[in-house]
């Protein structure tokens, strides 16, 4: 690890250039020097080692088998079925285990390695994606709301929403210096960098926004979330949440997952400033020397939703509407076609943790997700520029704009290679949402994607035992209490400790707007097992009609309400 703290690098590295040229070029090692390891993230990709095979090195007296992950930027998850084939292409070409939709509406490919990272971030921009700021202290991918062509206010919100992406991004030409081969002239190295500012954020920094009433985008787990307010067809604008974040340490009470607070109503014209506001404030006034406390909620915290509401007023140069009533339904996706206003319809393909490659053992289904996905994009060349895919923040695939006259052909690929497994899966199946972890995240404590198949079975199994296999029940995990998978919002979440040995969270509802909370520490699956057994069985017994899983356990008392710190709760029209 490096001995400069994340500061010092950044400021010392020639806005985000560093040595990555020198590292790059190094022949002897796989890696890249160490700050140039921090580097690269602001680029879009990290350095990491395959862990499956850490020791079997160590003992060989081999260097660890690096390798580096790439993370795409693609605002709301659009790909046009060109840009499919050539990621496909590449991935096949450069990359391990197929391509891999995020939590986040990007792809990431595992298993590039060094000397290949140059011609694989040149072909990614030759498909006109970028992969720039797609990790670091920046303004990350903005995931939108799937489905947005459903009507024109949809349109809207996703225009807005890619626009602020292309806003907020650095104007370091470092990137294109790096990959793309762009001369570097003189100024290069002191680019004005007026809303990051120079140092770059204290952390990484989320905006997503929301078109009630589906929360797939976790509103409030973002640093800033925007609630799209329609009226009919029209966009009135945007509830503004503010402060969201999963990620925590396990034992450290100073970290924690938090809901964003809504802190008023903007009209789509102030949308900008108001980001850029509250992105300059967390600039200004985020903790620069405890990174662990570096993220936006904590400034929050820190100094006061109060203070924090009028310096975002003052630096906006208006003041904030009143909250605007609304009301979310779940946070999942909805699966099969969807008919949109314009005669269009866009079809939900569930893609078991977002993994998309052909190898059977991923999931039970025996899906082929890699040759069916591009034998679709190869047909949808012809359709016209409305057709195209949509990556959804839980992991999924919608192939959007899709006229009536392609449908049946497309439900005939979809059926060929087994691609509708939302068909007959339950609805656990369905909602689950699994981390990367092992053996690519070098952050993992346990298993996560690779665990979720097994792991699905046995809940099922005993849903089954109690009737309940079409309980609409969220499922989460993540191999480490970081919370890639939003995991404390999930009605049953599995968070990583140690090699099979979870904590078992419980109680969040499945709006994206009540947090869980620890049931179980540091157990075995067994134990987990054991622990949901009863609890199923008063869920079947004693649930009212509709009552979500998370919800019963709160008014039955299994579970106390977490310190959840939303005031959407509060504004909320409930049913
Ligand atoms: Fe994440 C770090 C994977 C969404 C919170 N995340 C990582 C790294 C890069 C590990 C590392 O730093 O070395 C993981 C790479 C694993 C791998 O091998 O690919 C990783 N995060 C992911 C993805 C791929 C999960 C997935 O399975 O889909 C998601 C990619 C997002 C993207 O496309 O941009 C992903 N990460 C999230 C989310 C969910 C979200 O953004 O909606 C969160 C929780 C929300 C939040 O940020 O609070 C999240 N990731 C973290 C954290 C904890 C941050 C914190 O505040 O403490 C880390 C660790 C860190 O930053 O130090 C982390
Ligand atoms: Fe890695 Fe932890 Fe994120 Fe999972 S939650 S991808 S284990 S950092």
């Not at 096949?92 to 891999?100: D, F, I, K, N, S």
Request: hydrophobic share 40%.
């Amino acid at each position: 690890m490096s001995t400069h703290s994340v500061e010092d690098i950044k400021r010392g590295s020639a806005r985000l250039r560093g040595t990555l040229l020198q590292s790059l070029a190094d022949p002897v090692t796989g890696a890249l020097r160490e700050d140039d390891q921090t580097l690269i993230k602001y680029h879009g990709s990290y350095q990491q080692d395959d862990r499956d095979r850490r020791e079997e090195r160590r003992l060989a007296k081999l260097e660890p088998d690096y390798a580096f992950m790439i993370r795409t930027r693609t605002p709301g998850g659009v790909i046009t079925p060109a840009q499919w084939l050539k990621l496909d292409a590449i991935a096949t070409t450069y990359a391990e285990r197929g391509l891999r939709i995020t939590t986040r509406q990007t792809f990431q490919l595992h298993g590039v390695i060094k000397r290949a990272l140059k011609p694989t971030l040149q072909a990614i921009n030759a498909a006109l994606i970028d992969t720039l700021a797609a990790c670091g202290d920046v303004n990350r991918n903005v995931v939108i709301a799937a489905n947005p062509l459903q009507s024109g206010a949809h349109a809207s919100v996703h225009a807005q929403a890619a626009a602020l992406s292309e806003h907020l991004l650095p104007n370091t030409r470092a990137y294109h210096e790096t990959w793309l081969d762009e001369e570097r002239v003189a100024s290069s190295g002191s680019e004005d960098e007026p809303i990051l500012g120079n140092n770059y954020l204290p952390r990484k920094f989320k905006i997503g926004f929301a078109i009630p009433p589906y929360n797939d985008v976790d509103a409030h787990a973002q640093d800033l979330g925007f609630i799209a307010i329609l009226e009919g067809r029209e966009l009135r604008g945007y509830n503004v949440s503010v402060g969201g974040g999963m990620g925590a340490s396990h034992g450290d009470p100073e970290t924690y997952p938090r809901l964003g607070d809504v802190i008023g109503f903007i009209t789509p014209d102030r949308l900008t400033a108001l980001a850029v506001a509250v992105v300059t404030t967390q600039r200004d006034h985020g903790n620069r020397v405890v990174r662990k406390r570096a993220r936006l909620k904590y400034t929050i915290d820190d100094r006061g939703l109060d203070w924090f509401k009028a310096e975002v007023e003052r630096r906006a140069g208006f003041a904030l509407e009143p909250a605007r009533a609304f009301r979310f339904e779940h946070n999942g996706d909805r699966f099969g076609w969807v008919d949109g206003e314009d005669g269009r319809s866009h079809l939900t393909l569930r893609i078991p943790a977002g993994r998309i490659q052909d190898d059977e053992s991923v999931d039970r289904d025996d899906a082929r997700h890699l040759t069916g996905l591009r034998r679709i994009a190869n047909h949808l060349l012809d359709a016209d520029s409305l057709t195209h895919f949509r990556l959804t923040p839980n992991q999924n695939l919608v192939i959007a704009g899709v006229s009536q006259a392609q449908r049946a052909r497309i439900d005939m690929l979809v059926a060929q290679y087994g691609l509708d497994t939302h068909r007959s899966a339950s609805p656990l199946r369905l909602n689950a949402l699994a981390c990367v972890a092992l053996p690519t995240c070098g952050l993992a404590m346990a298993e996560a994607e690779r665990y979720l198949p097994d792991l699905l079975v046995k809940v099922e199994t005993l849903l089954d035992r109690h009737g309940l296999r079409d309980a609409p029940i969220h499922l989460r995990v993540s191999g480490c209490p970081n919370g890639c998978s939003r995991p404390y919002l999930g009605e049953i979440a599995l968070v990583g400790k140690a090699p099979g040995r979870y904590n078992l969270m419980l109680g969040a509802d499945h709006r994206g707007q009540r947090l869980n909370t620890l049931y179980r520490e540091n157990i075995d699956e067994p134990t987990m097992l054991a622990a949901l057994d009863p609890l199923f069985a008063r869920y079947a017994a004693e649930r009212t009609n509709a009552e979500g899983f998370g919800d019963f356990l709160l008014r039955s008392g299994v579970v106390p309400l977490s310190i959840a710190r939303s005031t959407s709760i509060a504004i909320e029209v409930l049913p």
